[in-house]
Each structure stands twice: as structure tokens, then as C-alpha cells.
């Protein structure tokens, strides 16, 4: 495999191409992933990356990373993040702006909601194909619980449980109102 | 994976033999805790803790920051291994055109990702980061080990055990089982450390529920008892009877 030596490996990728997205949302944003699936010298390095834009209020929904640490650089706008850690303590919760670096370590869950003027990012993973887990949405972890489950978990009616496991049924780029912000 | 005989853990001068040193109580059982701390176990880079879940016990949905190895001591259950994104296979049929629309109201569909059953003997391996959930479905206490190992690859972080919980409130079972007060807000499930209104917003629910999620005021634990047994969806397990195999009913409509 000449083609595959290091001496002429491809190491350029570009993430900002919207046509390139892996989520998009016309009404929230985007999102977009490099791996080593579809860049393979990121196996050797063991890092990956991801694109994130999101509109107006839009969200970036609650989720953790399974399997690397995420370093987040905000490229344009600014947005609101909350971080949680495993004792259930908001660790982080308050505005990023363009230009700033948050670190979200693994397995901590983490939400943004974008601000007035959108929110884009770059978050470079430390694992060559970062995983996450989303706690809502159509692809989410609340979705894979049966309903049963959920409602003794929260003690709620079924329901309301089916209510919990249903309504969000975008996957991890949700639009919002804002009255969160 | 990240030897800490490196870094000198492994100097060990004895070895004991060694009985849990801690538990968290809840409703529906109680979680028992070997000290991670221990020369043995900080050498060999994992932590183990047994779980005992009263019939009609469920321990709440949770991840871990590692991989764990869980093996049945006792007992019989079934559990759900949730990986965001795998399909929801498991599901109710689709109604017909005969059912009322008051028929379709009061039955609800429901799908959901795999359901498997374990019993004494089995070995149930789960990723790190990957969030599950078990249910003791016997009429026998049910009674796992688990093996944390912190050290795998696959864990980024310290070599601490990590619980993340998504549902219950742990803190409240140690509170009653310690008689003591401190800690009481130091510890709950990942959304607790959510603002309400973003969990109304990121679930599309009100605000009621929104707390509800938090949990902050269960006061069962991490497992609870479900009061009418848990009713989900899952295939009817094959029984053997003297050597033979029940055979299994299949009915279908014509094409």
C-alpha cells in the first residue's frame, strides 16, 4: 500500500462545507464529524474533530461523550453551556463567546443553547471516532427505555412518560424559543 | 492500558482477602462497595461493587466511565443496554383498521432498544459510556458483582469509578442508611445539574416534569421497587420441560 504510507497520507479535510453536514436542521443548524473513518491518519493520532453551528436559540442537544474528551472552541457568536458532572453538579453553566476554549470531559453531560446571533464551534475529540449519547430526541437514550421504565424512574404517569420518550423528534440539533437562555 | 505498576501502586508487601467496606441503601436494595483504594485494587486498576435487587427491584438507568464486567451470583432478571442511535427493535404491533379510535387511545405503543434476560452464571459485559438499566424479574433476590475496570483504555478520565446516573437520587439512600444529613444536595442524577427551563425546552415537556427528572425529591435511591412488576416488551423465553423444548405458537395473516 504505497498509497497508504504516511509520507502521502491525506491530512486535510474540510469541516465548514454546509453542504457537507452530517446533521442538518433548517431551523436550528448543523453538524458536521472527521474521523478516522473518513480521514484515516486520525487513527494514528487517536483525535478526531467536529463542526457545530447552530442558529438563533437553536440547541445542541444534552449528551456525553462515551468515549473521549471534547475541547471546544468557539468560532463565532456565543452561546449558553451547561456542564454536569457525576455527582449531578452543574460544573459549568454560563455564556461562551467567540474565541473562547471550554473543556467537557468524558462521560460529562453537557447542553448548549445558541444566543441571539447563533453560536458556531469546533470541538477536537480526543479519541479517533468520538462517540456521544444524547439524553433526548428521536435517536436518544430516553427513546431506547421502555416506557414502563421511564415512568417509575421519574415517577410519572405513563403518559407523561410517553410524553418524555417522544416529543423531541429531531436528533441532536433541536430548535428552541429561547426562554431558556 | 495504563499500567500503574509504573508508576510504583504495585509495591504490595501482603494481600487480604477483603469484605465490602461501604453501601448505599435504597428502596428497592442495597449497592456494596469494596474500598477502590486498596493497594490490591489501585495496582490492578479496578474497583468492584455488588448489587442486590429485591424481587420486583429495578436499578435506575446509569453509565459508567469505564467498562464493567457484571457477573450473576443470584438470582434472574433482564436488562437494557441503551446505545444512542441503535434502533428501537423491540416494538407493539400496528394497530389494525378494526380498533376503535378509543381502542388506540387507551392502548399505548410502545418501542424500545433490546431487552435481554441474565441468570446465575452469566457474564454481562457493557462499554464504557454506555447507559443500562436491570430488573430483578425473579422471586429470589437478585445478586451481581461488578467488576470497574478503570483503567481500560476506553476510560479518559482518572482512575476513580465514575456513576453517572440518569434517573433517582442517590444521595437520599445513604442519607437513611447513615442517619446523617451531609451531603444532602452534593449528589444526584445528571439532570439535576440542568436548568428546568432548558430541560422544558431540550424534552418539550412542562416544568413539572421537568423537575421530575431531576429527582430532587425521591427519596428511593438508586433502585426502587416498580409496586405492579415492570411490563415492558420482550420476546417469551423458551422453556425446557424433562429435555424438550415448548414449541412456540406462530400465527399470521394471508398475503
Known amino acids: 500500500g504505497l498509497e497508504e504510507t504516511v509520507c502521502n497520507a491525506k491530512i486535510r479535510e474540510n469541516l465548514d462545507k454546509p453542504s457537507r453536514a452530517d446533521v442538518y436542521n433548517p431551523r436550528a443548524g448543523r453538524f458536521s464529524t472527521v474521523n478516522s473513518l473518513t480521514l484515516p491518519i486520525l487513527g494514528f493520532l487517536q483525535l478526531s474533530a467536529a463542526r457545530g453551528v447552530l442558529y438563533r436559540n437553536g440547541i445542541m442537544a444534552p449528551h456525553w461523550s462515551m468515549n473521549a474528551h471534547s475541547i471546544i472552541y468557539v468560532t463565532r457568536g456565543e452561546a449558553r453551556m451547561q456542564i454536569v458532572n457525576h455527582k449531578g453538579q452543574a460544573v459549568f453553566d454560563g455564556g461562551v463567546r467567540e474565541g473562547q476554549v471550554v473543556v467537557v470531559p468524558q462521560n460529562f453531560a453537557a447542553v448548549k443553547q445558541a444566543g441571539e ?26 427513546r431506547g427505555l421502555p416506557v414502563d421504565v421511564i415512568a417509575t424512574a421519574y415517577q410519572i404517569s405513563r403518559e407523561e412518560a410517553e410524553r418524555l420518550k417522544l416529543s423531541r423528534r429531531e436528533t441532536i440539533i433541536f430548535s428552541g424559543s429561547g426562554r431558556s437562555g | 492500558r ?12 501482603s494481600i487480604n482477602a477483603r469484605e465490602p467496606s461501604y453501601s448505599l441503601q435504597a428502596e428497592g436494595g442495597v449497592t456494596e462497595f469494596w474500598d477502590f483504594k486498596n493497594d490490591e485494587f489501585q495496582c490492578a486498576g479496578v474497583s468492584i461493587r455488588r448489587h442486590r435487587l429485591q424481587p420486583r427491584a429495578l436499578m435506575l438507568p446509569l453509565y459508567h466511565n469505564a467498562p464493567i464486567l457484571v457477573y450473576v451470583v443470584q438470582g434472574r432478571g433482564i436488562y437494557g443496554l441503551m ?6 427493535t423491540f416494538e407493539s404491533s400496528q394497530q389494525t383498521e378494526k380498533q376503535s379510535k378509543e381502542e388506540r387511545r387507551q392502548r399505548f405503543r410502545d418501542r424500545h432498544q433490546k431487552i435481554e434476560e441474565f441468570r446465575e ?18 422471586d429470589q433476590e437478585l445478586v451481581v458483582v461488578v467488576l470497574h475496570d478503570n483503567t481500560n483504555n476506553a476510560n479518559q478520565l482518572d482512575q476513580n469509578p465514575r456513576s453517572f446516573l440518569l434517573a433517582g437520587n442517590p444521595e437520599r439512600g445513604q442519607e437513611q442508611q447513615q442517619g446523617s444529613r451531609r451531603g444532602q444536595r452534593e449528589l444526584g442524577n445528571v439532570f439535576r445539574g440542568f436548568d428546568v427551563h ?7 415537556v412542562d416544568e413539572e416534569t421537568a423537575r421530575r427528572l431531576q429527582g430532587e425529591h425521591d427519596t428511593r435511591g438508586h433502585i426502587v421497587i416498580v409496586e405492579h412488576g415492570l411490563h415492558v416488551i ?12 415448548e414449541e412456540e405458537g406462530y400465527y399470521g395473516g394471508n398475503n
Open chain 1, 117 to 142: 446571533e447563533g453560536c458556531e464551534w469546533v470541538e477536537l475529540n480526543t479519541n479517533d471516532n468520538a462517540m456521544i449519547s444524547t439524553l433526548s430526541g428521536r435517536t436518544s437514550v430516553m
Open chain 2, 2 to 13: 495504563g499500567g500503574t505498576w509504573q508508576q510504583g501502586e504495585c509495591q504490595i508487601r
Open chain 2, 83 to 88: 446505545i444512542s442511535g441503535c434502533p428501537e
Open chain 2, 121 to 138: 452464571g452469566d457474564i454481562v459485559a457493557i462499554p464504557a459510556g454506555a447507559a443500562h438499566w436491570a430488573y430483578n424479574d425473579g
Open chain 2, 198 to 204: 432548558m430541560l422544558t425546552e431540550v424534552f418539550g
Open chain 2, 234 to 245: 420482550r420476546p417469551p423465553f423458551r422453556r425446557r420441560e424433562y429435555g424438550r423444548e
